[in-house]
């Protein structure tokens, strides 16, 4: 017996579950974390800088007891530099800076760090649940369009 389970996730986890999602996916990317971000070094960049795009994650939450409120990773590439925070309401969110690019450039460079922030959190909350329900992995896949297909067996 065989089935198929397409997975859309709702990020709510703390903040430690978040900044592990993000590390992993931005260094898949080729982003460094920045050196510890300093708010008056932030405001200093965001000066220089021409533009800026801001996005909220849809469906996101940093639980309040499992984190720092105003906790960020800073992460960049290439000139463009990406600082993933929560805001006022709980909710993940991306703010991408960068000088030379349009802010639609800087808004699909976002997104496309969402979707694999996105990617990585589901990846480790199913492969943590399967672990839990004594299910093992026979096979795993990552496709060109780099979906993540996963074999298990029920033990």
Same mark, same amino acid.
């Given at each position: 017996?065989?089935?198929?389970? =397409?997975?859309?996730?709702?990020? &709510?986890?703390?903040?430690?579950?978040?900044? $592990?999602?993000? /590390?992993?996916?931005?260094?898949?990317? *080729?982003?460094?974390?920045?050196?510890?971000?300093?708010?008056?070094?932030?405001a200093?960049?965001?000066?220089? /800088?021409?533009?800026?795009?801001?996005i909220?994650?849809?469906?996101?939450?940093?639980?309040?007891? $499992?984190?720092?409120?105003?906790?960020? =990773?800073?992460?960049?590439?290439?000139?463009?530099r990406? &600082?993933?925070?929560?805001?006022?309401?709980?909710?993940?969110?991306?703010?991408?800076?960068?000088? *030379?690019?349009s802010?639609?450039?800087?808004?699909? =460079?976002?997104?496309?760090?969402i *979707?694999?922030?996105?990617?990585?959190?589901?990846?480790?909350?199913?492969?943590?649940?399967?672990?839990?329900?004594?299910?093992?992995?026979?096979?795993?896949?990552?496709?060109?369009?780099?979906?993540?297909?996963?074999?298990?067996?029920?033990?």
């Open positions: 017996m065989s089935s198929c389970v =397409i997975v859309t996730p709702l990020i &709510i986890a703390g903040w430690p579950v978040i900044t $592990a999602a993000v /590390t992993a996916a931005c260094a898949s990317l *080729g982003y460094s974390i920045a050196a510890a971000p300093n708010v008056a070094a932030l200093a960049a965001a000066a220089k /800088t021409r533009n800026r795009a801001e909220d994650i849809e469906e996101s939450e940093v639980l309040q007891e $499992a984190g720092p409120v105003g906790g960020q =990773i800073v992460v960049e590439r290439e000139g463009v990406a &600082i993933f925070a929560r805001d006022a309401r709980g909710a993940l969110k991306l703010c991408v800076e960068g000088e *030379g690019l802010k639609a450039e800087l808004k699909k =460079i976002g997104e496309e760090l *979707g694999r922030v996105t990617q990585q959190y589901a990846y480790h909350k199913i492969v943590t649940e399967l672990q839990q329900h004594n299910m093992s992995i026979v096979d795993e896949e990552v496709t060109a369009d780099r979906t993540v297909k996963i074999r298990v067996r029920n033990l």
